[in-house]
């Protein structure tokens, strides 16, 4: 109803609201001072700095503006574009639009004006009703800028008007900007316009303009051709912070887009345009993008950012210029500063191309990379812990960080020492990992089937403050044969530098190196989970948060992990006070931050005010744990503890839910109702009561008479663990070094084809499934000649 009401009152001559400013050309001796005024100014160097842009420009090119058939505007796209712009304007940033469409709109009304006088005339004319085929001439630009301008700007303004913000017009053209006094009075104007929170519109004044001269730049000055170099030139002028220059392509590729090797370029610097191969201009307008690569270069020389952009996509139109200022990666980011390391993108690449050298590697080879990065552990631990003392004095200093994750930034000899002996269990479990037989299968005489293990691809693991971590996942992706990209919290920068470092060491005695890349903390994690078609499997390590924000950003790309740990412990009416107080002190008090610390007690009801339950509560104050009732439990005291907010809480610290339940049964369905299929446990001395809940709990990890805390990949005798799934696929529980492989099936024959085993319509296989054990090479060569 809005777009209608909207199309409605586009015909209409703009509101007397409307503010016009009209200059009229004139040529004047052109001044290169204007293109040097803003010289001296930086640009932004980074994505994350354009949240710091108060004045942008944002310029719509005709392929964003009008639709497919040239005739007319794309109201949908227009309506996001305003809402968008609207916004950030009621942040109190200073909003400009530079806008192509006049000439669209207009030619949508002047044919549709000349159609319907051709039907009036044919019909007074014709003693019959039928109407001949008729034809629209060829409708000259100017005479449809002309006519399209009021209308195109009565759209803004009913668009602006909803979100209650007043516009502005304003035409020019290349001259305007040649005349001193026109170019003082048009700067003038806009600052007043901005000054009273009124967004300016500008367009070029296509009704009166004269066709662009070729080769008519002057020195230090871009010429006004199109609405590119208008855009950049009124962004200088104005000495905006960003220019937003959106088209219908995804940004600037280093070929022309759709060509099979045409990759999109993240980050462009001045000097780069030779690596450049310009395709053809988009279907409407005068530039391309070349012009545009050529304007946004001017505008980066005059101190303003440029992000060159897609306007017209579906899917992201509707927050492509809110994302831009946010810093998100969206488009091509032109920069004056190269950085001196690789880029996120270089970075995968290189990951990938190393990994698969390591993948081929023999297991020994493997094996002995990760026994070297034990022992450096070992060897430079003075390195590392004073690294460690660096991070850790700024962390305190700084007062963010909980007692808990100050502990698990924290390293030690100990700590060391015990990655050193986990690394070594890793390498001696890698020797039969890549390239082990799990089924092999004889389909024919001499044709033999085989399904082996084989490295997922590249990794991203993204940890929190917890250096320990980089070793770890480091030993299980050159375990498996897969490339690494960690990304650590920048707590731990110091000390995730000088591990990286350790590991590269490590990895060099092989030549893959570059198999583990450490991320820039500058890289936004959002933007690491877009690169669906470089990245395999990401692994998150850190608060539920963090998981969540992941799982919901990595959209195209699997993530391995689990967003809560809420763990329960269940005790049975036949439960031994022993086991009981045992297990609930250690599974909640042990380490109460970690993902598999209990935070729901499960009471059988038979357990209420008896000794057991009382020496349970005394255990819990004398270990300082608040208590939380839930609604039955806190029905059958007088005076109970603070009733819970949610059964559905983890709470990470010394605070835990009590709850009573009137069976084990009842049990199960409450976990599988408030928990989140991690870790469960039942304390009960009925092995018939134990076995039903440890078949019909759907948990990742489920218990009997053990804390919850030995859900852990080193208590599993896996070595390390890259994290702990929830998921029903792949892996799930504590994932080690089996849960970083998949598989694939290779077929060994002799000239064989379908059709030699076709026998009306079906194959015939001749099955003999051969013993799954991990043969050599030369064995499997030699069984597939016999």
């Known amino acids: ?120 005339r044919q019909a007074l004319h014709s003693g019959q009703n039928q109407i001949k085929d008729m034809s629209v001439p060829v409708l000259e630009a100017r005479a449809c800028a002309a006519a399209g301008q009021s209308g195109l700007m009565a759209l803004y303004e009913a668009m602006f008007t909803q979100y209650s913000t007043c516009t502005a017009q304003v035409l020019v053209t290349n001259l305007d900007f040649h005349d001193d006094q026109k170019r003082r009075n048009l700067n003038s104007t806009l600052q007043e316009l901005l000054r009273m929170n009124i967004v300016p519109i500008i367009n070029t004044n296509d ?13 230090g000055v871009i010429s006004i051709k199109d609405n590119d170099s208008l855009a950049a030139r009124l962004a200088v002028e104005m000495k905006a912070d960003l220019l937003i220059a959106l088209s219908d392509v995804e940004g600037l590729y280093d070929s022309p887009p759709g060509t099979d090797d045409a990759k999109l370029i993240d980050i462009f610097y001045p000097g780069d345009q030779l690596s450049i191969t310009y395709g053809t201009k988009s279907r409407v307008g005068i530039g391309g993008m070349e012009a545009k690569v050529k304007a946004a270069l001017w505008a980066l020389q005059g101190g303003t950012s440029v992000v060159i952009a897609n306007g017209t996509h579906p899917k992201v139109t509707g927050h492509v210029i809110t994302d831009i200022v946010e810093g998100k990666k969206v488009g091509t980011f032109f ?43 070992v060897e430079k631990k003075e390195e590392i812990l004073a690294a ?57 005489h001499n044709l033999e089937l085989e399904q082996i293990t084989v490295p997922i691809g590249v990794l991203l693991v993204i940890f929190e403050a917890r250096p320990d971590c980089l070793p770890q996942v480091s030993a299980l992706a050159i375990a498996s044969g897969n490339a690494l990209l960690a990304k650590g919290g920048k707590e731990a920068a110091n000390t995730n530098r000088i591990l990286h470092e350790l590991t590269q060491e490590a990895l060099d005695i092989h030549g ?38 992941i799982q919901s950003a990595a959209k195209g790309i699997p993530v391995l992990g689990h967003s809560e740990g809420i763990c329960h412990v269940y005790i049975d009416s036949e439960a031994a006070i022993d086991k009981v107080i045992k297990i609930v002190r250690d599974s909640k008090c042990d380490y109460p931050a970690a993902c598999n610390a209990m935070e729901t007690l499960l009471v059988h009801r038979d357990i209420l005010r008896t000794p057991l339950f009382d020496q349970i509560i005394d255990m819990l104050r004398t270990e300082q744990v608040k208590i939380h009732a839930g609604p039955r439990f806190a029905s059958n005291l007088t005076f109970s503890p603070s009733e819970v907010k949610s059964l559905r809480t983890e709470y990470g610290d010394l605070e835990c839910c009590i709850e009573v339940v009137d069976s084990m049964q009842e049990a199960i369905d409450h976990i599988h109702r408030y928990g989140s299929s991690h870790t469960d446990v039942i304390v009960t001395e009925n092995e018939d009561t134990a076995e039903r809940f440890l078949q019909q709990l759907d948990s990742a990890c489920v218990f009997w008479n053990v804390s919850s805390r030995f859900a852990d990949g080193y208590r599993f005798g896996l070595g390390a663990e890259v994290g702990i799934s929830t998921a029903r696929i792949h892996a799930r529980g504590p994932v080690g070094l089996e849960g970083l492989l998949t598989t694939k099936w290779v077929l060994r024959g002799d000239g064989h084809t379908a059709a030699d085993f076709s026998e009306q319509g079906t194959m015939e296989y001749l099955h003999d499934n051969l013993p799954v054990t991990q043969p050599q090479p030369r064995q499997i060569a030699a069984q597939s000649e016999e």
């Not at 500058?522 to 539920?544: A, K, T, W």
């Open 388 to 444: 460690n003392k660096m991070d850790m004095d700024l962390a305190v200093n700084a007062g963010q960080l909980s007692s808990a994750l100050l502990n698990r930034l924290s390293l030690s000899p100990a700590k060391l020492n015990s990655l050193a002996i986990g690394l070594r269990q890793i390498a001696l479990a890698s020797q039969d990992s890549v390239g082990r037989v799990l089924r092999r299968t004889r389909v024919a």
């Open 512 to 549: 893959v190196k570059e198999a583990v890349q450490l991320v820039s903390t500058r890289e936004e994690v959002e933007d690491l989970c877009r690169l669906d078609e470089m990245i395999d499997l990401i692994i998150p390590r850190g608060s539920s948060q963090l998981v969540k924000n």
């Open 207 to 219: 009704a009166v303009v004269p066709p662009p001269e070729p080769n008519s730049d002057l020195q």
């Open 1 to 120: 109803m809005l777009l209608q009401r909207l199309s409605l009152r586009a015909g209409l001559p703009p509101s007397p609201r409307t503010q016009r400013t009209t200059i009229f050309p004139r040529l004047a001796k052109a001044l290169t001072q204007v293109g040097l005024a803003r010289a001296n100014s930086n640009s932004f160097t980074h994505r994350g700095e354009l949240r710091k842009a108060k004045r942008i420009v944002v310029k719509l090119g005709s392929a964003v503006v009008t639709r497919g058939d040239e005739c007319g505007l794309a109201l949908g796209r227009l309506a996001s574009v305003v809402e968008q712009v609207a916004m950030l304007q009621n942040q109190g940033r200073e909003m400009m639009i530079v806008t192509s469409g006049a000439v669209a709109f207009g030619k949508q009304r002047l044919r549709h004006e000349i159609l319907l006088s051709q039907s009036v």
């Open 335 to 377: 920069s004056e500063v190269k950085p001196a390391g690789p880029t996120m993108e270089q970075q995968t690449e290189m990951a990938r191309n190393s990994g698969r050298t390591l993948a081929a590697l023999h297991p020994e080879q493997r094996g002995e990379i990760i026994c070297h990065l034990a022992n450096l552990l």
